[in-house]
């Protein structure tokens, strides 16, 4: 099987600039009219993240792994590195960090988003926990809004991947995706192909691929292709 470079986050050619952004082009005309929408609302719809490479995951995944990053519970607080065991500590990554090559963001039809307008102060450094995203936080009100024009279908083709939680990614409502392109995308991502992909890498330069490898059924079908479809 030839691996396709598009979903594992190996070829960003034909992606297109939204600022300091990478967005799937076929996404690209729908994230530009939401924005507008929001904008009609009040709000500066923003991006922190969208296209992200294989290598930029794996530096997070690595840092985590070794314990250089933080691992989050569900509530979003620091969990204590030094009492988990190596299974353990993969688990926790997953909850929070997706595995390198499996990432939404590596096909450019995810974005993490947040109201530029609500930020307390300039210098704010977003950390993309429940508690922002909340009704009574910072960005509440954007969320409230956004869950309000996609269960009316008029959120030009995004909806929320981990909306809730379904026993594997935390949910995230500052995670959208392009429904129309990412369905596409994900209908490839079958076991053969996860199960290729992770055995074809080396472990001296991914941490942990061995658990990962031990326990690649339950990973694939909890944190990599357990997400909300409908829209």
């Known amino acids: 099987m030839k691996l396709n470079k598009l979903i ?3 070829d960003q050619s034909s992606y297109q600039p939204v600022g300091d952004y990478l967005i799937h082009p076929d996404a690209l005309e729908s994230f530009l ?37 933080a691992l989050l519970d569900d509530q979003g607080n620091p969990i204590d590195f030094t009492k ?6 993969v688990y926790a990554i997953l909850r929070w960090s997706a595995l390198p090559g499996m990432s939404r963001h590596h096909w450019g039809t995810d974005l993490d988003v947040y109201d530029k307008f609500s930020l307390p102060s300039p210098d704010y450094n977003i950390q ?13 009100k954007l969320h409230l809004f956004l869950d309000k024009i996609i269960e009316e279908n008029k959120s030009f083709g995004f909806y929320r991947p981990y909306k809730e939680d379904l026993g594997g990614v935390a949910p995230e409502k500052w995670h959208l995706s392009h429904h129309p392109t990412s369905s ?27 658990i990962v490898i031990e326990y690649a059924k339950e990973i694939y079908e909890n944190y990599v292709i357990n997400v909300h479809r409908d829209y």
């Open 33 to 69: 009219k939401l924005r507008e929408l929001c904008a009609n609302e009040g709000f500066d719809l923003c991006l922190t993240s969208s296209f992200r490479s294989f290598e930029a995951q794996k530096r997070i995944w690595n840092a985590k792994a070794q314990g250089k990053r």
């Open 128 to 140: 993309l926990t429940p508690e922002e995203v909340a009704p009574e936080g910072i960005f509440g």
């Open 8 to 10: 594992l986050g190996l």
């Open 84 to 89: 988990l065991n190596n299974r353990e500590i």
């Open 184 to 210: 596409l995308l994900l209908e490839e991502l079958n076991f053969d192909f996860f199960s290729e992909f992770i055995n074809s890498q080396d472990p001296n330069d991914f941490e942990l691929i061995d």
